[in-house]
């Protein structure tokens, strides 16, 4: 019998056609599955799994163990792959693509690859949307390995496995309808399992520590050989070596309802209330197209936004406890007006501003001359040491346009002049000039 087996085997590899595929896709064996079951399920009616079994040198398809990795060349497969595409990247963010020594920049829209990595600097941000719009939020300071990305128009995610060797990621993932169909998170401290759900997962370099928070439906996180479920609400956290912490009730949404916020030329102030339990919060900031534009962490109920362009905006807020669990989150939205121009200064009813010729030197003194204004009937020449002219050290009015200053110690000064009104009080300022006296030699 398994002579015949290793004949048959040796005419179907010899029937396999000559040509090089140009690139393989990988499929991960779960428990009860085979080649007959993986073709069936992946492959084109010209291709069988005896076909599949050579091309992975496989002797014996009924007992491939659990996790086998099969390759399967692409033009074999009779759904489309769907890419994982990039949506948009806040900020910078590196790509190094499978097998290339050299990274490149992150931009919008681009497709990613099994192998691929992403690394993010501070204050970036990188999200990532799969072929059933489930998303992925890489934050700041991440480095995230894509180890395998299988994605079909029609059918969503079938086996996604990634490796967030630090900073912190976002998941919000369709309900997978396939026992299947996996999606995973690996840390150095553990793995996360996820059959659709609101969950995030951080992996801190400088404490070796993992932590996942659920907000929506359950994710299943094996370390140290213990594998616990940590429901909706709940968070847990995992020291590299050990087991999962017995999961712990996460803070519960800060009150958004009574946020005051203040505009000023520097940016946007929002504060809110204090949050029971909070040692921190952190917060996101999003525009009308839902896309991040600032993002962080405050020690304080409180947060100095930059200057924002006039339009909607949606503020998510959560409390993060004493272990570092981060709780739900509180939406609010707000509108940004235009900033008013400041009014253009308008000159004093009456009288308009005389202008302040350059002035000129000679052994006479300083020549200083202004330009004739209607309805003035006198001009007030001022000398100042301060460019404000609130320290006025000479002053002598004037109803020509022009006079002499005798000449000046060493030092900097400040020279204007007011027109006076006829009319009425009203005065009016020139230009100023500042003027430098060197000193003595």
Same mark, same amino acid.
């Given at each position: 019998?398994?002579?015949?087996?290793?004949?048959?085997?040796?005419?179907?590899?010899?029937?396999?056609?000559?040509?090089?595929?140009?690139?393989?896709?990988?499929?991960?064996?779960?428990?009860?599955?085979?080649?007959?079951?993986?073709?069936?399920?992946?492959?084109?009616?010209?291709?069988?799994?005896?076909?599949?079994?050579?091309?992975?040198?496989?002797?014996?398809?009924?007992?491939?163990?659990?996790?086998?990795?099969?390759?399967?060349?692409?033009?074999?497969?009779?759904?489309?792959?769907?890419?994982?595409?990039?949506?948009?990247?806040?900020?910078?963010?590196?790509?190094?693509?499978?097998?290339?020594?050299?990274?490149?920049?992150?931009?919008?829209?681009?497709?990613?690859?099994?192998?691929?990595?992403? %690394? +993010?600097?501070?204050? &970036?941000?990188?999200?990532?949307?799969? @072929?059933?719009?489930?998303? $992925?939020?890489?934050?700041? *300071?991440?480095?995230?390995?894509?180890?395998?990305?299988?994605?079909?128009?029609?059918?969503?995610?079938?086996?996604?496995?990634?490796?967030?060797?630090?900073?912190?990621?976002?998941?919000?993932?369709?309900?997978?309808?396939?026992?299947?169909?996996?999606?995973?998170?690996?840390?150095?401290?553990?793995?996360?399992?996820?059959?659709?759900?609101?969950?995030?997962?951080?992996?801190?370099?400088?404490?070796?520590?993992?932590?996942?928070?659920?907000?929506?439906?359950?994710?299943?996180?094996?370390?140290?050989?213990?594998?616990?479920?940590?429901?909706?609400?709940?968070?847990?956290?995992?020291?590299?070596?050990?087991?999962?912490?017995?999961?712990?009730?996460?803070?519960?949404?800060?009150?958004?309802?009574?946020?005051?916020?203040?505009?000023?030329?520097?940016? %946007? +102030?929002?504060?809110? &209330?204090?949050?029971?339990?909070?040692? @921190?919060?952190?917060?996101? $900031?999003?525009?009308?197209? *839902?896309?991040?534009?600032?993002?962080?962490?405050?020690?304080?109920?409180?947060?100095?936004?930059?200057?924002?362009?006039?339009?909607?905006?949606?503020?998510?807020?959560?409390?993060?406890?004493?272990?570092?669990?981060?709780?739900?989150?509180?939406?609010?939205?707000?509108?940004?007006?235009?900033?008013?121009?400041?009014?253009?200064?308008?000159?004093?009813?009456?009288?308009?501003?005389?202008?302040?010729?350059?002035?000129?030197?000679?052994?006479?003194?300083?020549?200083?001359?202004?330009?004739?204004?209607?309805?003035?009937?006198?001009?007030?020449?001022?000398?100042?040491?301060?460019?404000?002219?609130?320290?006025?050290?000479?002053?002598?009015?004037?109803?020509?346009?022009?006079?002499?200053?005798?000449?000046?110690?060493?030092?900097?000064?400040?020279?204007? %002049?007011?027109?006076?009104?006829?009319?009425?009080?009203?005065?009016?300022?020139?230009?100023?000039?500042?003027?430098?006296?060197?000193?003595?030699?």
């Amino acid at each position: 019998m398994i002579r015949f087996a290793t004949t048959f085997l040796l005419l179907v590899l010899t029937t396999l056609p000559t040509q090089a595929w140009s690139e393989d896709w990988t499929y991960r064996i779960h428990e009860g599955e085979n080649l007959t079951i993986v073709a069936e399920r992946f492959l084109k009616s010209d291709f069988t799994p005896e076909q599949l079994q050579v091309y992975n040198n496989i002797i014996k398809d009924r007992e491939i163990p659990i996790g086998t990795e099969i390759r399967v060349p692409i033009d074999w497969l009779k759904e489309v792959l769907a890419g994982v595409k990039v949506n948009y990247v806040l900020g910078s963010a590196s790509l190094l693509r499978r097998g290339e020594r050299e990274t490149i920049p992150l931009v919008d829209n681009t497709l990613l690859n099994a192998g691929d990595k992403i %690394v +993010t600097p501070d204050g &970036s941000l990188v999200s990532l949307q799969f @072929a059933d719009n489930s998303t $992925l939020l890489i934050g700041e *300071k991440s480095e995230v390995v894509f180890d395998a990305l299988s994605s079909f128009h029609g059918m969503g995610m079938v086996d996604t496995r990634i490796r967030l060797q630090r900073g912190r990621v976002e998941n919000r993932i369709k309900p997978i309808p396939k026992q299947e169909h996996r999606y995973e998170i690996h840390t150095p401290a553990a793995v996360t399992v996820v059959r659709g759900t609101d969950f995030r997962v951080s992996s801190g370099a400088e404490d070796d520590l993992t932590r996942s928070e659920v907000t929506e439906g359950a994710v299943t996180i094996t370390a140290g050989g213990e594998t616990v479920l940590v429901e909706q609400g709940e968070g847990t956290l995992i020291e590299k070596g050990g087991p999962p912490a017995p999961p712990r009730k996460l803070l519960q949404r800060p009150d958004l309802g009574a946020v005051t916020l203040q505009t000023a030329l520097a940016g %946007v +102030t929002l504060e809110w &209330s204090q949050l029971a339990g909070a040692a @921190a919060y952190r917060y996101q $900031l999003s525009d009308n197209r *839902k896309r991040v534009v600032t993002g962080g962490s405050t020690a304080e109920n409180r947060v100095q936004l930059p200057l924002l362009p006039a339009g909607d905006y949606r503020i998510a807020v959560r409390g993060i406890d004493e272990l570092g669990l981060e709780g739900f989150n509180a939406y609010r939205e707000f509108s940004l007006q235009p900033a008013e121009s400041p009014p253009e200064p308008v000159a004093p009813a009456g009288v308009t501003a005389p202008t302040l010729l350059q002035p000129r030197f000679s052994r006479h003194g300083i020549h200083i001359q202004w330009s004739p204004v209607d309805n003035a009937w006198a001009y007030r020449l001022l000398l100042a040491s301060d460019v404000e002219m609130r320290d006025v050290l000479f002053s002598r009015l004037a109803e020509d346009h022009g006079f002499i200053l005798q000449p000046l110690p060493p030092g900097r000064y400040f020279i204007a %002049v007011e027109a006076l009104s006829a009319d009425n009080d009203d005065r009016s300022l020139s230009n100023i000039y500042q003027i430098e006296i060197p000193a003595w030699r």
